[in-house]
């Protein structure tokens, strides 16, 4: 009988890191368009993403 794993591991292969300066984090706004509301979802999803992967564990 084949039994499914509770766990699972996810694993990058290659992975880029990009940073930029804080002033230029403050200038987002003037450069993309809805950058507030852009920032909001993007961290709304990922801190749903963490939640969920948290209640599974």
Not at 22 to 44: C, G, M, N, Q, S
Request: with cysteine; glycine share 0%.
């Amino acid at each position: 009988m084949d039994v499914a794993s509770r766990f699972t591991a996810q694993v990058l292969t290659r992975c880029e890191l990009y940073t930029i300066d804080k002033k230029d984090y403050l200038r987002l706004h003037l450069l993309v368009d809805k950058w507030p509301a852009l920032e909001r979802a993007l961290i709304t999803r990922c801190l749903s993403r963490l939640r969920k992967k948290k209640q599974t564990i």
